[in-house]
């Protein structure tokens, strides 16, 4: 398969998934915590390296940059998994919390990366998984196909 339907469909699919955060927050209110807004930031940067490489022709870059970019989203929503399984470490108050919301994204477009939410509140299943769980399956697909993009060249 091509490398430009790859990244297209990359783009698309990361696109997409904030999308439905967002319609996930605004309409069903599941409010972001701060694993799901790193989680977004890392969302954003895959789909811009996806179509960096996809503008530019430079695939193996790009991929090599989303690559680590895709395995930290993977450790985020690992780690936000077991902060779920874990409710007992929380008290009440999210240390991560004032961090995200500190960043200038989320002064800039606080319906998109302001965190309003514990880490460790347990979210309705969609499609048999919760956010997180497809936060993970998705993060570890993007970082398998930039693993091969980055040997294909």
């Not at 503008?55 to 780690?79: D, E, H, Q, W």
Request: proline share 7%; net charge positive; glycine share 8%.
């Amino acid at each position: 398969m091509k490398s430009r339907y790859v990244l297209i469909t990359i783009s698309l699919l990361c696109t997409g998934f904030i999308l439905f955060a967002l319609y996930l927050q605004l309409f069903w209110m599941m409010l972001p915590c701060p694993l799901c807004v790193l989680q977004r930031y890392a969302f954003i940067i895959i789909g811009l390296c996806a179509l960096a490489g996809l503008m530019t022709g430079k695939v193996r870059l790009c991929a090599f940059f989303a690559f680590p970019v895709s395995i930290a989203g993977m450790g985020l929503a690992l780690y936000q998994l077991w902060v779920v399984a874990h409710p007992g470490i929380q008290c009440g108050r999210d240390p991560l919390e004032a961090a995200v919301n500190g960043l200038w994204p989320a002064k800039w477009l606080p319906v998109l990366f302001h965190s309003d939410s514990l880490c460790g509140d347990i979210l309705e299943p969609i499609l048999g998984l919760t956010p997180p769980q497809w936060g993970a399956c998705w993060f570890a697909v993007f970082a398998v196909v930039f693993f091969i993009l980055i040997r294909r060249g």
